[in-house]
């Protein structure tokens, strides 16, 4: 399936610039960020009246409100409304950015973090400390990106209204900032481990809470609990990490299957036929990392129960071949054609071996946390939603009641959803295919309906923006499929690409 370059959408608020689209004014509708086209943008943050892109040569860009710093240089103007380089990090290849309430950090690829804008609680971490009359101290707010954390190599950023968290290549979780309501805590500028925690995946961070996913699938939280989002069955703040409660079941065992990228798989293959069913084997070694596969099938991508067809090129020659997932092998007029070069594959497949005879469970692979709620995904695509219910932004349809453990959101179970958005007081989940799914508060247009509705019921974001300019004839005839959702305060910002039935040339 062919597509094009990446472009970004944005709807919402735009009061302050944040849309990035020129023109301070609010869209209720999916419209396209023009200035960054040229740049393909990868990943994108929306933060309460700011936003920040990451294009895939590693440059940061930025825009909306400005006047703590927010965007990484001296104030003009109280608000930009076009995205801008941040000339600072020009050096640096980033890799991923957050925004905190009034603070920004980011990551190179050397694992390096940065970070600028509002810094009185010592969110973006030491700096040289001056004092009032009263022997208190005094913070500036930082203007321009500075080094923080210089002493661990971080592998994820994450920013709450107050604090900062940082993952590390090690697994381990570092805080500083205030990581409760001001007032409450004394906030720190030197970041501190939050003990506990080992073999973290990934972490996500609301106003004051904060959640962590371990390797093996386990989830973890702490901080403020008002709203029941920590999912530990009661209302009660926690200081230390406690796990969080009605997902142990979910416990990811060991996945037998292994992501292979665009490109030749070099070994010797079997292609097996069946009347109705054609299948691929590895019928050698394969190692990746410390695994050795015996006997491989191709699967494709993890589509529960889905078939799905691909062409693939063995020996120079095009095959058409079912990927599938969660159907039987067909046994009869079966013929093995074997190959000794190797097979190239256009799109990501996944490898299962065929020898392993270990159980697979649902298990968690992604955590997102937005101002006071918190939702979780599993590698079967079904969404869990707990903490804040006002506005309907956990997706339990007319039921806005706050959740103090974990519960499925039924009324996307018929979705395979790749990844869920957090927002101040709206959510939105993104499917394989490319779809994205908005609930919640629905002022100012953030839910993306072209209409001002909140709803707890998640409906479909039309993407009605007409194809690229520079596509031929037949590859005119496709769709927007969004692949990455990012939700602020009251704006909602994605990534997308133009998708063909036209499949490209090896």
């Not at 996945?255 to 036929?273: H, K």
């Not at 590698?379 to 707990?386: A, D, F, I, L, R």
């Not at 769709?479 to 090896?506: F, I, M, N, P």
């Amino acid at each position: 399936m062919a597509a094009s370059d990446p472009i970004m959408l944005a709807w919402g608020s735009g009061e302050d610039g944040q849309l990035g689209i020129g023109i301070n004014e609010e869209k209720d509708c999916v419209c396209a960020v023009k200035v960054l086209q040229s740049h393909r943008v990868s990943f994108v943050v929306a933060g309460s009246r700011n936003s920040v892109a990451i294009s895939e040569d590693g440059k940061l860009f930025t825009w909306g409100w400005n006047q703590r710093g927010t965007l990484g240089h001296q104030p003009e103007s109280k608000a930009e409304d076009v995205p801008s380089q941040v000339k600072a990090l020009g050096n640096a290849k980033i890799v991923q950015a957050a925004i905190g309430g009034w603070h920004c950090l980011a990551v190179d690829d050397q694992g390096r973090a940065y970070a600028w804008g509002g810094n009185e609680y010592g969110q973006c971490g030491d700096e040289s400390e001056r004092k009032d009359d009263n022997n208190r101290a005094l913070r500036r707010d930082i203007m321009i990106p500075q080094r923080c954390a210089p002493k661990l190599s971080v592998r994820q950023v994450a920013a709450g209204g107050t604090h900062s968290v940082v993952l590390t290549h090690e697994g381990h979780v570092w805080t500083w900032g205030q990581p409760w309501p001001p007032g409450d805590i004394k906030q720190i500028s030197t970041p501190v481990r939050v003990q506990g925690l080992e073999k973290v995946k990934v972490i996500a961070v609301g106003a004051f809470h904060n959640l962590a996913l371990l390797e093996e699938g386990k989830l973890w939280a702490w901080g403020n609990n008002e709203y029941g989002q920590l999912g530990t069955g009661d209302t009660q703040p926690r200081s230390q990490p406690i796990p969080v409660q009605g997902l142990s079941d979910l416990t990811l065992i060991l996945d037998p299957t292994f992501l292979v990228p665009e490109g030749s798989i070099r070994v010797r293959m079997g292609l097996e036929y069946s009347r109705r069913l054609p299948e691929i084997y590895a019928q050698c070694h394969y190692s990746i990392g410390s695994h050795v596969l015996h006997r491989m099938k191709i699967i494709g991508h993890m589509v529960r129960g889905i078939r799905i067809w691909r062409p693939i090129r063995v020996n120079g020659k095009e095959v058409d071949t079912q990927i599938y997932v969660g159907t039987e092998k067909v046994e009869d007029e079966t013929t093995l054609l074997e190959y000794n070069e190797s097979i190239v594959v256009g799109f990501p497949v996944c490898l299962m071996d065929l020898d392993s005879t270990h159980e697979i469970r649902a298990g968690l692979v992604d955590i997102a946390a937005g101002g006071w709620h918190s939702t979780a995904l599993t590698n079967e695509g079904e969404v869990y939603g707990w903490g804040r219910g006002e506005h309907g932004r956990l997706g339990f349809g007319d039921d806005k009641s706050s959740k103090m453990v974990p519960q499925k959101v039924q009324l996307l179970v018929d979705e395979d959803i790749v990844q869920v958005s957090c927002g101040g007081t709206h959510s939105v989940a993104l499917t394989r295919d490319g779809r994205m799914f908005s609930f919640g508060r629905g002022d100012h247009g953030r839910l993306g309906y072209g209409r001002k509705v909140t709803t707890g019921h998640p409906m479909e974001v039309p993407i009605n923006l007409p194809p690229p300019s520079n596509l031929s004839e037949n590859s005119s005839v496709g769709s927007w499929c969004a692949k990455l959702v990012a939700c602020g305060g009251r704006h909602t910002l994605a990534v997308a690409v133009w998708q063909t039935d036209e499949y490209e040339e090896q």
